[in-house]
T-cell receptor, first 114, second 107 residues
Framework: DAGVTQSPTHLIKTRGQQVTLRCSPK?????VSWYQQALGQGPQFIFQ???????QRGNFPDRFSGHQFPNYSSELNVNALLLGDSALYLC?????????????FGPGTRLTVL | KNEVEQSPQNLTAQEGEFITINCSYS?????LHWLQQHPGGGIVSLFM???GKKKHGRLIATINIQEKHSSLHITASHPRDSAVYIC?????????FGTGTSLTVIP
């Protein structure tokens, strides 16, 4: 059983560019959450997708958008990249009906904005 | 103010020492999670607690719901335990994370 997978593992972009990160959830999971983790900080919640819709959103600007596909995989898009967007982007999957919403994390995508 | 506070931020221990990492939270929760993050970024879930105590090998996690406090203990620490340990709480479908405790175990 594959766990949560993310691609790419590393990415370098320049300011103003756009980036798309991808996540495949653990088998059987239907909910995908995205987090941004700056160096030395804990993860910050970006948004969560369930049934192909954004269900909850953290304190992130509209430059951050996402999508969930019928197979539950998800994309995170960031437009007009800023230097401050450099971070580790983590995807976590869970089962919506799970009692405690235990989340399983992917290995992350490290984004560097130059 | 962060909903989840961890202490200490950094911890260095000699191999074999008993280690305690503390977590306090200020919101109502459905569960508390202890996570381990190694250099390179991947996060592994160690424990999920809603009450009492759990043990897995040399790791023990406790939670006191009334005091909104949890501890992660590592017995007989080993250099391979070196990692960042993150406390997180879940409420509904929302997760709140602490900033992590960076643990270094010296041989």
């Amino acid at each position: 059983d594959a766990g949560v997978t993310q691609s790419p593992t590393h990415l370098i972009k320049t300011r103003g560019q756009q980036v798309t990160l991808r996540c495949s959830p653990k088998s059987g999971h239907d909910t995908v959450s995205w987090y941004q983790q700056a160096l030395g900080q804990g993860p910050q919640f970006i948004f969560q997708y369930y049934e192909e819709e954004e269900r909850q959103r953290g304190n992130f600007p509209d430059r951050f958008s996402g999508h969930q596909f019928p197979n539950y995989s998800s994309e995170l898009n960031v437009n007009a990249l800023l230097l401050g967007d450099s971070a580790l982007y983590l995807c976590a999957s869970s089962l919506r009906s799970g009692r405690y919403n235990e989340q399983f994390f992917g290995p992350g995508t490290r984004l560097t904005v130059l | 103010k962060n909903e989840v506070e961890q202490s200490p931020q950094n911890l260095t221990a000699q191999e074999g020492e008993f280690i305690t990492i503390n977590c306090s939270y200020s919101v109502g929760i459905s569960a508390l999670h202890w996570l381990q993050q190694h250099p390179g970024g991947g996060i592994v879930s160690l424990f999920m607690l809603s009450s009492g105590k759990k043990k897995h090998g040399r790791l023990i996690a406790t939670i006191n719901i009334q005091e909104k406090h949890s501890s992660l203990h590592i017995t007989a620490s080993h250099p391979r335990d070196s990692a960042v340990y993150i406390c997180a709480v879940s409420f509904g479908n929302q997760f709140y994370f602490g900033t992590g405790t960076s643990l270094t175990v010296i041989p």
